[in-house]
Nanobody
Framework: QVQLQESGPGLVKPSQTLSLTCIVS??????????WSWIRQSPEKGLEWMGA???????HYMESLKGRTSVSRDTSKNQFTLQLSSVAPEDTAVYYC?????????WGQGTQVTVSS
């Protein structure tokens, strides 16, 4: 059974870098043809895909977040990480990791991140 679990700080100060990790179990993140995404949801913007890393380690980012977003992976721990720099209050959202690039079949439960001083 494929499971994803997000972890990271619930509160981040403005201008800092947010770092979230998604631990994957039940399948290798290097398994053929799978992509692993970060998605966030807020009342203002709804669901917003942020970026992804593929089974070969290739990365893809939403254009508007390209300069602030980085997705990486640790294959030895079967996990992937989101870093979002220069956060602002509008980055407050529930952050999810999921399997897929355009459609998603497995999701983490989500983690609330609040940006506030």
């Amino acid at each position: 059974q494929v499971q994803l679990q997000e972890s990271g700080p619930g509160l981040v100060k403005p201008s800092q870098t947010l770092s979230l990790t998604c631990i994957v179990s039940g399948v290798s993140i290097t398994a053929n043809y799978h992509y692993w995404s970060w998605i966030r949801q807020s009342p203002e913007k709804g669901l917003e895909w942020m970026g992804a890393i593929g089974y070969r380690g290739d990365t893809h980012y939403m254009e508007s977040l390209k300069g602030r977003t980085s997705v990486s992976r640790d294959t030895s721990k079967n996990q992937f990480t989101l870093q979002l720099s220069s956060v602002a209050p509008e980055d407050t959202a529930v952050y999810y990791c999921a399997r897929g690039l355009l459609e998603y079949d497995f999701w983490g439960q989500g983690t609330q991140v609040t940006v506030s001083s």
